[in-house]
C-alpha cells in the first residue's frame, strides 16, 4: 500500500484559494489518488479522485503530476465552512487504509 | 437519498458487557469497511468485506472483536468483553468500485466503555 505524507495543519482565510500537497512516492500503477473531507462528529466524505492530470468538480480540484508521486487538492475561495480535515489516501483494488490527514482551519 | 445507516449513534456501557453496532450499506454495494477513530490514533481500518465475505480482519483484536456480514443488508462488528480502550466513534463505509477508493461512510457509533 502506498503511503501518503501530508501537513498536519495549514491555516488560511475566508476567500482565499487554498492548496493541500500530499505525496505518495509509492504509488503503483493502478492506484487512483483520493480526497476525503470530515467535519467533527461526522464520517468522512469523498470529494474528489483522480488518476493523472487534472480534475475539477464542484467542491475541488485535484492536480496530479505525471510521476505521480504527489497530489495537490485545490480548494477555492475557502469559508468558514471548509474547515475540517482533509484526507489525501491512495487506493488500488484493496483495502482503504486513511493517514492523519490536513487539519485546516479557516480564519473569519 | 442513498446513505449507510448505522446504529446505534451513542452506546454508553460498562467494562465486560457485550457490544454490537450494526450497518446498513447502501443497496448494491458489494464492499463493507469498519474502521474505528480515536484522537490518538485517527482512522483506523478493522474489517472489510467484498460481497459478504470477510477479505481483511487484521486491525481487529482477534479475542474479543468479531465482523460478520449476515446477509448483504447489515454488518455487525461486536465486542466481546468491552474495555475502556475500546471507546471511540465507529464507522463503517460502503461501497462499489473500490479501485477508485470511493466510499460512503455512516454517521458513526460513539461508544464510551465506563
Known amino acids: 500500500l502506498a503511503k501518503t505524507t501530508q501537513p498536519i495543519s495549514m491555516d488560511s482565510y475566508e476567500g482565499q484559494e487554498v492548496n493541500i500537497t500530499c505525496s505518495h512516492n509509492n504509488i503503483a500503477t493502478n492506484d487512483y489518488i483520493t480526497w476525503y473531507q470530515q467535519f467533527p462528529s461526522q464520517g468522512p466524505r469523498f470529494i474528489i479522485q483522480g488518476y493523472k492530470t487534472k480534475v475539477t468538480n464542484e467542491v475541488a480540484s485535484l492536480f496530479i503530476p505525471a510521476d505521480r508521486k504527489s497530489s495537490t487538492l485545490s480548494l477555492p475561495r475557502v469559508s468558514l465552512s471548509d474547515t475540517a480535515v482533509y484526507y489525501c489516501l491512495v487506493a488500488g483494488d484493496d483495502k482503504i487504509i486513511f493517514g492523519k490527514g490536513t487539519r485546516l482551519h479557516i480564519l473569519p | 437519498d442513498a446513505r449507510v445507516t448505522q446504529t446505534p449513534r451513542h452506546k454508553v456501557t460498562e467494562m465486560g458487557q457485550e457490544v454490537t453496532m450494526r450497518c446498513q450499506p447502501i443497496l448494491g454495494h458489494n464492499t463493507v469497511f469498519w474502521y474505528r477513530q480515536t484522537m490518538m490514533q485517527g482512522l483506523e481500518l478493522l474489517a472489510y468485506f467484498r460481497n459478504r465475505a470477510p477479505l481483511d480482519d487484521s486491525g481487529m483484536p482477534k479475542d474479543r472483536f468479531s465482523a460478520e456480514m449476515p446477509d448483504a443488508t447489515l454488518a455487525t462488528l461486536k465486542i466481546q468483553p468491552s474495555e475502556p480502550r475500546d471507546s471511540a466513534v465507529y464507522f463503517c463505509?460502503?461501497?462499489?468500485?473500490?479501485?477508485?477508493?470511493?466510499?460512503?461512510f455512516g454517521e458513526g457509533s460513539r461508544l464510551t466503555v465506563l
Open positions: 463505509a460502503s461501497g462499489l468500485v473500490i479501485g477508485t477508493g470511493e466510499l460512503f
